[in-house]
């Protein structure tokens, strides 16, 4: 059986307007359900808790941005969940909630006990749904983003595959706003491509290329496939699996 991390972003679940696109979250929701059906094991990391709060509030004082992030993370977080709960409960599966922070993954007993709760949650075929704790991780003791997040627990479960939903279709080797440029469809990561990476970030998001390439070659280096992919696409992680031949993406071979 195979473990696969499915990180979406933020740019992925939620609309120009910023607010959550529940239609890309079902398709994707669908898709997992899928992807368990062919005998793998799936642990979700999702982004969205932000962009929920936002929609769900309007805050009439005056609020500095961490108080701000604080908010609206702590009100969106509970709703993001529950389109999570209602989505898999249409196919009577179920979800379980993993808030995290770094500091987590830096002390062995905390790490321990964060890896044996999802374990636990995948033996009893329980779904995890992993986010940062944005509540309590301010500055230092954030994640870059939850590309960074994705691939430690992509390592400390020993998955086989670590795919980042982005909106847009991968690595390209110039600007992806240029139409002579071409998605990058497989990387060895003893080949520095840093040069053809942008340095902008989505609006919507705390991470960029910048962040998914450097954690593609760290976690590719450990052993696990990396890929990354367009989750604005229909049936993007079905044809990752179906029709790798006839779909974009970039993917990073394991060492």
């Given at each position: 059986?195979?473990?696969?991390?499915?990180?979406?972003?933020?740019?992925v679940l939620t609309t120009p307007t910023g607010k959550i696109d529940?239609?890309?979250?079902?398709?994707?929701?669908?898709?997992?359900?899928?992807?368990?059906?062919?005998?793998?094991?799936?642990?979700?990391?999702?982004?969205?808790?932000?962009?929920?709060?936002?929609?769900?509030?309007?805050?009439?004082?005056?609020?500095?941005?961490?108080?701000?992030?604080?908010?609206?993370?702590?009100?969106?977080?509970?709703?993001?969940?529950?389109?999570?709960?209602?989505?898999?409960?249409?196919?009577?599966?179920?979800?379980?909630q993993v808030l995290t922070m770094k500091e987590n993954f830096e002390?062995?007993?905390?790490?321990?006990?964060?890896?044996?709760?999802?374990?636990?949650?995948?033996?009893?075929?329980?779904?995890?749904?992993?986010?940062?704790n944005d509540t309590v991780c301010l500055t230092e003791l954030m994640?870059?983003?939850?590309?960074?997040?994705?691939?430690?627990?992509?390592?400390?479960?020993?998955?086989?595959?670590?795919?980042?939903?982005?909106?847009?279709?991968?690595?390209?080797?110039?600007?992806?706003?240029?139409?002579?440029?071409?998605?990058?469809?497989?990387?060895?990561?003893?080949?520095?491509?840093?040069?053809?990476?942008?340095?902008?970030?989505?609006?919507?998001?705390?991470?960029?290329?910048?962040?998914?390439?450097?954690?593609?070659?760290?976690?590719?280096?450990?052993?696990?496939?990396?890929?990354?992919?367009?989750?604005?696409?229909?049936?993007?992680?079905?044809?990752?699996?179906?029709?790798?031949?006839?779909?974009?993406?970039?993917?990073?071979?394991?060492?």
């Amino acid at each position: 059986m195979n473990r696969i991390i499915v990180k979406i972003g933020s740019n992925v679940l939620t609309t120009p307007t910023g607010k959550i696109d529940v239609t890309r979250m079902s398709a994707l929701v669908d898709q997992i359900v899928w992807l368990r059906q062919q005998g793998n094991e799936v642990i979700l990391v999702s982004s969205g808790a932000g962009a929920c709060g936002r929609t769900e509030l309007k805050v009439g004082k005056e609020l500095d941005s961490v108080g701000q992030r604080q908010l609206f993370c702590a009100v969106g977080q509970v709703k993001l969940i529950n389109y999570y709960y209602t989505l898999f409960r249409e196919y009577h599966l179920h979800i379980g909630q993993v808030l995290t922070m770094k500091e987590n993954f830096e002390h062995e007993d905390q790490y321990e006990n964060l890896k044996r709760c999802m374990e636990v949650m995948l033996d009893n075929d329980i779904i995890p749904i992993v986010n940062e704790n944005d509540t309590v991780c301010l500055t230092e003791l954030m994640f870059t983003d939850n590309d960074e997040l994705s691939g430690l627990v992509a390592k400390m479960l020993n998955a086989q595959s670590l795919i980042l939903l982005s909106n847009i279709d991968g690595l390209y080797n110039g600007n992806p706003a240029d139409p002579n440029s071409k998605v990058i469809r497989q990387v060895d990561i003893d080949n520095d491509l840093s040069r053809y990476i942008q340095s902008t970030k989505s609006s919507a998001g705390r991470g960029g290329m910048q962040s998914k390439y450097h954690t593609a070659t760290a976690i590719a280096q450990s052993g696990i496939r990396v890929i990354i992919a367009n989750g604005k696409k229909d049936n993007i992680l079905c044809d990752i699996f179906q029709h790798p031949q006839d779909s974009v993406f970039t993917e990073f071979l394991p060492r």
